[in-house]
């Protein structure tokens, strides 16, 4: 269960849809070598660090890290942890339903049969058209959040399970297929070369931010979504193991969604680097000439649709669980009211798009020519992920009781357990720290 919970909450929009354009506004190469090393020396120590405060609180995070802090004779301003994670919670919770509602509009000209020869051109236009109007952007939000509080407040459990044991192996199929497409009509070649040639002069310290900020994105680390399903997980299953095999899984589709995107961008002359719309742009040209794309496409966009669904799910649990136990709301009034209060936020992404294509306010500081969909993506990718990442770390390798975290991480070659503790110690909250300060021109 906490296996599919975690891989359901991991994989989503920020495999296929944001790792191809970061990957693409990145450099390629540089950014996928960056994006890779933050997983492995920063995901994954924070991940079985989330896991192990979560199985050991089984609560919200917020009253988790209370709980835990106060064992420990600590102060419970720990809780302030759960509380940026709810908030960070909140604020990705309204982009990334108005990017899920993108989707379920692409479902719709899917269905249509919009995509079938379409033109390069064409592909432009209808994204455009899309983005350009704020209405039909409203409506589709409206609807994924409508979608996603509805499945919340029945309770996470019943149904997630089975959503994601159809929903994965189904993406992953389409997605290999999708690959299979990109070598033969695609530039294949050109596109493995500039995802993984790293031209080494693009390691700036912007670059290295953003993988930063994609790595704990993508595996839902740093708000304390991994840290309540860790509630999920038995006392006798491996924490360490079960982490490494979520992180696969999901690093593996965000590979495979860059092979099947970059040789399409390069055979047709579009530009890599061109921000949010990447997917949308390619993905109906390759859908619109292959046999059978019209359904291929209706499918792998149905697919996008659930596997947004299952990340955002993982979003507002935190939070409306936090509701219940706090004010003893009702679990149907906490996720009605959270999801009203992301909905709400959201608007500003709808406009983003539109109406507000920067914040006018931000000029002359740092955030110039950022739209309020930059600046939230910003935020919490970037900063407030990492920053609960460093202090998940903290708390695990050094506040926690060296018995405590060895009993409850359960690894029985010392070795392994020698490894995560020098990473959650040091490598993690130094790596984050470094970044941060090399971005501010410190170091
Ligand atoms: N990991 C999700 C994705 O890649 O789409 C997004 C996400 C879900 C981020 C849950 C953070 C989170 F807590």
Redesign the pocket.
């Known amino acids: 269960m906490f296996v599919l919970a975690a891989a359901g909450?991991?994989?989503?929009?920020?495999?296929i849809w944001?790792f191809p354009y970061m990957a693409g506004d990145g450099g390629g190469g540089a950014f996928v070598l960056l994006y890779i090393t933050c997983i492995a020396l920063l995901g994954l120590p924070v991940m079985m660090s989330e896991v192990l405060l979560g199985r050991r609180g089984r609560s919200s995070p917020i009253n988790t890290m209370r709980a835990l802090a106060r064992e420990e004779g600590r102060s419970t301003l720990w809780g302030l942890l759960g509380v940026m994670g709810m908030l960070a919670?909140f604020l990705?919770l309204s982009f990334?339903s108005v990017i899920a509602g993108w989707t379920l509009a692409y479902v719709v000209e899917a269905a249509s049969g919009s995509f079938a020869g379409i033109s390069t051109q064409g592909v432009g236009e209808l994204f455009n058209r899309l983005v350009g109007d704020p209405w039909r952007l409203m409506f589709w939000h409206t609807l994924f959040m409508v979608l996603t509080v509805s499945v919340i407040l029945r309770g996470v459990r019943r149904g997630l399970e089975a959503a994601v044991r159809l929903l994965m192996p189904g993406l992953f199929v389409l997605i290999v297929a999708m690959v299979v497409y990109a070598v033969i009509a695609g530039d294949f070649l050109d596109g493995l070369k500039f995802l993984f040639a790293p031209d080494f002069s693009k390691i700036t310290p912007d670059v290295a931010l953003k993988a930063m900020g994609q790595a704990f994105?993508?595996?839902?680390l740093g708000?304390g979504?991994i840290m309540m399903y860790g509630s999920y997980l038995p006392e006798d299953a491996s924490i360490a193991s079960t982490s490494v095999q979520v992180a696969l899984t999901d690093t593996l589709i965000a590979i495979l969604a860059g092979l099947a995107i970059f040789p399409i961008v390069f055979a047709n002359g579009l530009e890599a680097g061109q921000g949010p719309g990447l997917i949308f742009i390619t993905l109906p040209l390759a859908f619109g000439h292959m046999p059978g794309g019209t359904l291929f496409g209706l499918l792998f966009f149905i697919l996008l649709v659930f596997a947004?669904w299952t990340?955002a799910i993982?979003?507002i649990e935190p939070a409306v669980a936090w509701m219940v136990e706090r004010f003893s709301f009702t679990r149907i009034r906490a996720s009605l009211f959270c999801g009203l209060i992301a909905w709400a936020i959201g608007v500003g992404t709808v406009l983003s798009f539109n109406h507000w294509p920067r914040i006018r306010l931000l000029d002359g500081t740092a955030f110039e020519g950022k739209s309020f969909f930059d600046l939230l993506d910003y935020l919490t990718s970037n900063i407030m992920l990492p920053l609960g990442g460093i202090l998940i770390c903290l708390f695990a390798a050094w506040v926690m009781g060296e018995s405590s975290r060895r009993t409850e991480l359960r690894i029985t070659h010392p070795a392994v357990y020698a490894l995560w503790r020098f990473l959650a110690r040091y490598v993690a909250p130094l790596g984050v720290v470094l970044i941060f300060l090399h971005v501010l021109g410190m170091v």
């Open positions: 909450s991991a994989v989503g929009l920020g495999n944001k919670g990705i990334y994105f993508t595996l839902s708000m979504a947004a990340s993982s979003l």
